[in-house]
Structures are given as structure tokens and as C-alpha cells.
């Protein structure tokens, strides 16, 4: 298997050029450890990763990797790789961590701090304010089933916006609303381990609402910068010819994509939402959901294979018609485009960011090196169709690879490894894997080609 990432001139020329920026994502929860320090309280994942059985091996992210102390050694990590965004989420209940609503500004200070030094290294900060930790004291008072989250949201997002103002690139609100409906109130397999359809529509309609109302809030107090959401998913393909396999499909196509595009990009609930999640709206909230964003960040990483289960609903199938990641998802690179014609089909879109992708896979560390031939092949093939979809003329403005460090996977604790540098969890010791030696060669021709093109445009203006 090749060891490099490489592409055809017709291909290297979309993602080479200066509108298109590589970057590497990373969340909170999942990196920063550090969970009773710099004045931080608990988050429904401290308190869902303490309830017996709800992770795998008992992990928490109570150390992760730690990155809250070690932030500069990562940002070295991030230079290396030669990134030009670096996604982060930012852990609400450091920001204001209790029910009071003060500001503890030792928490906005380590954000500001992170990303002034990003900026200085020429790395545009990308924050994203809502990567599933909502603080405990929330969830406490119903979490995201009570509207009055959704203005708590609003604040938060204002004091960030304070704090960090237009020296943040992009603000993302909240990162894969349908997970934090879907896998933490319907399947209860993520915190708050709910498992209550109603509380699902609640929460769908107060996420969204908040979306609304931090776009607002942001772009009064971070006008110059980038605002969207995060939204997640992949093309849902039938099991079967059948008619009951095929409507199951298009139900859960509509479940996980159109739930949340749709109010966004419309300012509508599908049909098929308007009895269950329609009852939470209120006058003009349709309105402030749909307020304008400049991008829509999309994370794909496999497609849904679906069938009508026993009980009528849309079950997702174990498919393996293709080679499958760690986390047992199917590889499926066209996916990403598949599920980019929907969204074109269906609406009038942003500009495109992929602000997910990537693998896992049992990565071995041995003589201070990772071989991970699986992993370039899986960045290869998603940057591959990027590259064939903007020469047709989708608007995708960045790839950004999830993620820069092996990390708390969820339910999965540190059993899954999606890093493109390995990280020891007893050491800490992270070890730069051969996909992010690839991932940095590719930025450095990007880095390179940039410094030729300004040359000769120095030259002409001569
Ligand atoms: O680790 C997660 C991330 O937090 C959200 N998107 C999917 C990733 C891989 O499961």
C-alpha cells in the first residue's frame, strides 16, 4: 500500500489552491483532560462516563490526553503537520461553570491563549462551541429538552465571542446535532443515556433554536468572522429492492440530514417532523434557526446501509460489502459525494467545509514509528472525491481530518484510535504515525506551491 498522499495534476490542482484550507479537528472533552482544573465543572460526560457499564473498560475523559496542559507541545504537533486550521471545541462549563452565570475568565484565558498562539504560527482557529459536554448543572434542569438552554447557549456563545471576537476564523455552534439527539436521548448509547423518543424531539427543536440565537450573538460580537454549524451524516441506501427497505431509507436520509438542514436551510421542518418536533416551535423561532450561516460544515465518514426493522422503523445493517475501519464502518469514499447531491439537490448552500474525516484502526507503535498504510488510503480516497467534486463545481472550501491525536472515542473510551499521531495513555507520549507524515508532505507542497505563486505574482507586479 502506498505510503504518501498523491494525486493526479487534475486533482492537486483544486486542493492546492489558496481557497481551500487542510486542517485537523479535535474536541473538548475528548483531548483536553484537566476535568476539576482552571475552575472547569462537570459536563453530562463526566457524569454519564461514571454511570457503571456506559464506556468501554470504564475509560473517562477525566485525563484524555491531557492537552489542556501540554496545548503547547499539540501546537507543536500542529506545525509539524503544517495545518492551516485547527478545530477545536471548547468546554462550556470551563466558561461558566456554574448556574450563577458568571464568567470564570481563567477558562476564556486558555482559549485566548490557544488561539493567539495558533494565529501567530499561522494557523486559523476554528471553534466550535458545542462538541456534546453540556455542563451538568444544565442537563440538571432538563438539559437540552428545556428552552431555556437554548438562551443559555446564546450567552455562552456571546461570552466566547467576547473573549475570542474575530481572532477566531470560524465559529461552528454545535457539532452533529443528530448525535446528540439520536445517540444520547433515542439510543441512550451517549450521555445523557436517555432513551426517550419525546425527549429526542425536544431536543432536536432547542439545539436548533440554539444554533439561531448563537449565530446572532456571534455575529454581533464577531462580525469579521466565519459562522455555521456542523451538521453529519452519509448517503442512506436501501438493504433491499423492496418497497418497505426503500421508504426506510428515505425515512432515515430524512432523519439524519433533513431534520436539521431542512429547519436551518429553509426555515421548515420536513413534513414528516411537523407533528413530533413541530409542537416545541414557537412564533419566530423558524426564523431565527434559518438565520443565515457562511459555511455548513459536513462530517462524513461512511454511508447507512438501512432496512424496515421488525418493529416498521429504519434499522441500520452491519453491511461489509466494502473493507471497514476499527469502528466497524464500511469505507466508502463515494459516500461523500452522494450525500453532497442530496444536500445541493434539496438546497441552496453555503459554501462546503468537510470538517470530519478520517479512521480508526489498531495501530501498533513500534521503534518510535506507526505504520498506517489504511489510514493515508482512507484520506486518499475522501480527498480523491473532494478533489473530482470541486472540478465539477461543489463549493468544498476544506478538508479537515478528524483528528490530530488518538483520543476519547466516545462509548469507546481509548479503544478506537483515529489520531494522526499516536498517543501513549499512560505516558503521554505522542508519536507522529506515518499518516500524519503524509498529511504534513501534502501541506508543505501546498506551502510550497503558495510561496511560487506569490513569487511570480511579486514578479509581474514588479
Ligand atoms: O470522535 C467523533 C467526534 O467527536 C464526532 N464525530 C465522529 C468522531 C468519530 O466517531
Redesign the pocket.
Known sequence: MKNDLSFSADKLQPLMSDDFVFGVAT?AY?IEGASRAGGRTDSVWDTFCRLNGSIAKSATGEAACDSYFRWRDDLELLVELGVGAYRFSISWSRILPDVSGALNQEGLDYYIGLADALRRRGIRPMVTLH?WDLPQYLQDKGGWQNRETAYGFADYAQAVAIGLGSSVDFYTTI??PW?IVSLGHRSGVHAPGLRDEEAANAVTHHLLLAHGLAIQALRDHAPRAQLGIVL?GGPSLPLSDSEADIDAAGLFESEQIHRYASPILRGEYPDEFVPPVGRYVQRGDLEIISEPCDYLGW?Y?TRNVVRRGDNGSPEIVAADDYPQTD?GWEIYPDGLRQVCSVLQRNYDLPPLYVT?NGAAFQDTLADNVVHDPERIRYIQQHLDVIADMIASGVDIRGYIC??LLDNF??AEGYSKR?GLVHVDFDTQVRTMKDSGKAFAELNATKARLAAGCNERRTDAAR
Open positions: 474536541s475528548q462538541h457539532n452533529e448525535c453529519n462530517n465518514y469502528m470530519e478528524w483528528t472515542e466516545w483515529f
